[in-house]
């Protein structure tokens, strides 16, 4: 019996059980999704029993989903899918610092190619925060700014942590994992690398944390439901065309070597999220940035789908 930990637009947890929706107040649980990760080990358990029994589910209605809950710490692995990242930096001058001006395209493109693949080898993820203030549901509105001339889209695989991880082994990091999730890393394009002090380097949270900017769910759905994390497809389509349709096989830092890469800098804490790189098919890719009045689909094998309508702000 397979299931995802989700949250209901009234507030209340419920297991999403194929077609079928539980709701766990029924079965003497809390509403606050992120209390029954902060003593996961012991909540698994109890919710494989109801998920099994199924008393009092009724039929899904996917849109009554909201956002599971806000983690407390969200970490994001930047340029880890190879192709993304040639993609990113061929397709669009504004992703380039001032050092990168003057290559030929030729160039360029051969450098790029021999530092993904050094990337794919090296021991060191790229890291960075996204704030819990950007987090929206599957089904919420994206507000696009006043002042963001290349809003894009990012779908990724989320990596849930189940409980609290310091200075963890790779070969132990999945015994922290409590399970995946969705998240569309939405970014601000031409806001990450500034012209004024390119050497600094990229700036994180203009190009990253504007409201609304990490649709996040449906579900979660625990790791030993999800046989092989790196053979999922992530697909995100923009009113009704599809841009990226990869496979989490192009990602170049493990999910292992993240969580063993962020547990030696820091505590990560149940709850915690970490968006582990998106795969080719940003818009960026395209030179086509989200407009008002468009509307992302994006799904992960097994993890549900997201559908997130645009709107300009104010």
């Known amino acids: 019996m397979t299931f995802g930990l ?29 209390a029954l990760l902060d003593d996961w080990d012991a909540t698994l358990p109890r919710l494989e029993a109801i998920a099994a029994k199924g008393e009092g589910a009724v039929p899904l209605d996917e849109r009554a989903l909201a956002a599971p809950y806000v983690p407390r710490q969200i970490f994001c692995t930047g340029a880890n899918y190879r192709k993304h990242v040639i993609g990113l930096i061929m ?8 050092a990168d001006e003057g290559e030929t395209d030729e160039d360029r493109l051969a450098r790029v ?27 919420d ?6 002042n963001v001339m290349k809003p894009d889209w990012e779908l990724e695989l989320g990596v849930v942590i189940g409980k609290r991880a310091r200075h963890v082994r790779p070969d132990k990091a999945m015994d922290y994992v409590a399970g995946f999730i969705v998240v569309n890393d939405v970014t601000a394009r031409e806001h990450i690398f ?19 900017f990490l649709p996040f769910g449906p579900m979660i759905v625990p ?29 170049m830092i493990s999910i292992e070597r993240q969580v063993a890469y962020l547990s030696e800098r820091l505590a ?14 940003n818009g960026s890719a395209f030179g086509v940035f989200l407009q008002p009045g468009d509307v992302m689909e994006g799904t992960i094998t097994g993890l549900g ?10």
């Not at 397709?91 to 001032?98: I, K, L, N, Q, V």
């Open 6 to 34: 989700a949250k209901l637009r009234d507030g209340g947890a419920a297991l999403v059980v194929d077609d079928m929706l539980v709701p766990l107040a029924a079965h003497g649980e809390t509403r606050d999704v992120l």
């Open 91 to 98: 397709g669009d001058p504004s992703m380039r610092t001032a």
């Open 113 to 139: 190619e021999k530092m993904m693949d050094e990337r794919a080898h090296a021991s060191l993820p790229y890291c960075f925060i996204k704030l819990p203030s950007c987090v929206v549901g599957p089904n």
């Open 141 to 146: 509105t994206v507000v696009l700014p006043l």
């Open 194 to 212: 500034r012209r004024d002090n390119s050497a600094i380097g990229a700036d994180w949270l203009s190009g990253k944390c504007f409201p609304t």
């Open 223 to 251: 790791r030993q439901f999800v046989p092989d994390p790196y053979e999922l497809t992530i697909r995100l389509s923009v009113n009704g065309k599809v841009y990226q349709d990869e496979s989490t096989r192009d990602m």
């Open 268 to 281: 990560l804490l149940p709850g915690d999220v970490i968006c582990t790189g998106s795969p080719y098919g």
């Open 305 to 314: 789908t997201q559908r997130n309508p645009c709107v300009a702000e104010g």
